[in-house]
């Protein structure tokens, strides 16, 4: 199985920043795309930034200019720098990641269970 974690949500005033991780641990033998994504309450999940094992970086459109993805495929982690944020920022963050097992086995999306990131205005 592989296991997502994430790490670095909190309350913060408008304005302020937070820098997420995600932890990727287990039978890992490789990681493609990676993404974050957030959910808000009442609210559908949403696409927020996704990188590839290359680096290519695609961000909502709610969220360029102020967020930055980055991975680190030594370490199997990825963050998410977010800078200025606004209280409709305000969300449960997740990862998820399109990983194989094995060399032969199938790809699979995992998910994290995500950390809660509160904006106050």
């Known amino acids: 199985q592989v296991q997502l974690v994430e790490s670095g949500g909190g309350l913060v005033q408008a304005g302020g920043s937070l820098r997420l991780s995600c932890a990727a641990s287990g039978s890992i033998f490789r990681i493609y795309a990676t993404g974050w994504f957030r959910q808000a309450p009442g609210k559908q999940r949403e696409l927020v930034a996704t990188?590839?094992?290359?680096?290519?970086?695609n961000y909502a459109d709610s969220v360029k200019g102020r967020f930055t993805i980055s991975r680190d495929n030594a370490k199997n982690m990825v963050y998410l720098q977010m800078n200025s944020l606004n209280a409709e920022d305000t969300a449960v963050y997740l990862c998820n990641a399109d990983a194989k097992r094995t060399i032969l086995g199938p790809r699979v999306i995992y998910w994290g269970k995500g950390t809660q990131v509160t904006v106050s205005s």
């Open positions: 990188i590839t094992d290359a680096g290519t970086a």
